[in-house]
């Protein structure tokens, strides 16, 4: 299946579930980033059906991302993409994963999320945010992006929400709570951004998008 | 010409009216003007953005028509 197609399918029935279900388990959809926002999308889309992930992240696990991210003690100084791939694969030991254990860059980018049917941005400075949706804005124009941004601090999460910035763009976040500002992460507002950013992928992949 | 300018975040306080808010608002420019001559006459900061034209990706070196949506959004860190 071409970039794309999955996508521009017809929209799949809401009340048809094995429509539902086949349409996921065809689905690929690749995480820039696989932090706070990135482990616990992917978790969900997991959990959800969908057949194949692309994991990207250069980092490893340290203790202090064990307060949001869907890691473990025992996973510690290992590579996230691996320690994420063994939890995923202990909740559906049949998904496909695609393993790149390296740093998003404008160069490589587009290469490393191939041919997904939908890409989540998962990163957590501003000046990689700002890059892959210039890059794949711009070079993907097509295959539906969804970023997050906004969503530090203890604010109300009902303040975090999705919405269609362009006709492939999805923004998930309150846009502006931001760590430079020594917001703290706190766990359940960043998992109710990575739920959005989730959700809005299955959704998308559904042929039910943002309006 | 005119352009809607939509100006998102904290980037809205740069709304020419002064009066902020994510809304958009039409903008004079001479024509053949592109989105760095916007980035300059508004005085953006220099912090990452995105910048789209009628909902698609533009760099900053595209030049804008009449009537065209031009969007700006900053993203802010965390994740």
Do not use: W
């Not at chain 1, 086949?22 to 889309?45: D, E, F, Q, T, Y």
């Not at chain 1, 473990?72 to 994420?84: C, I, M, N, S, V």
């Not at chain 1, 269609?164 to 500002?181: H, I, N, P, T, W």
């Amino acid at each position: 299946m071409t970039p794309r197609d999955t996508c521009s399918l017809p929209p799949t029935p809401p009340n048809d579930d094995p429509a539902v279900r086949a349409r996921l388990a065809s689905s690929h959809v690749a995480l820039v980033g696989c932090g706070g926002l990135g482990s616990n999308a992917a978790s969900m889309l997991v959990r959800a059906g969908v057949g194949e992930l692309t994991l990207i992240d250069f980092d490893v696990v340290e203790e202090s991302n064990l307060n949001r991210q869907l890691f473990f003690r025992d996973q510690l100084g290992l590579p996230k993409t691996e320690a994420l791939a063994t939890t995923l694969r202990r909740i559906n030991p049949d998904v496909t994963l695609r393993i790149h254990t390296t740093c998003a860059t404008e160069a490589n980018l587009v290469g490393l999320v191939d041919d997904a049917d939908v890409i989540i941005e998962a990163a957590d400075r501003a000046e990689t945010k700002a890059m892959i949706a210039n890059v794949l804005s711009e070079r993907l124009p097509d295959t539906p992006l969804v970023a997050a941004s906004g969503l530090a601090g203890f604010a109300s999460a009902n303040e975090i929400v999705t919405e269609r910035f362009g006709e492939a763009f999805y923004l998930v976040g309150d846009l502006r709570s931001d760590v430079r500002d020594e917001l703290p992460l706190i766990a359940s507002r960043v998992m109710v951004a990575s739920a959005h950013e989730a959700h809005v992928a299955i959704r998308l992949l559904l042929g039910h998008p943002e309006p | 010409m005119k352009v809607d300018l939509a100006l998102f975040a904290y980037l809205s306080q740069y709304q020419p009216d002064g009066m902020g808010g994510r809304h958009p608002r039409a903008l004079e420019l001479p024509d053949q003007s592109r989105i760095a001559d916007v980035i300059e006459l508004l005085g953006l900061p220099d912090q990452p953005r995105v910048v789209f034209v009628n909902g698609r990706h533009a760099p900053d070196d595209h030049v804008l028509a009449e009537g065209d949506r031009l969007a700006i959004f900053p993203p802010v860190a965390g994740g």
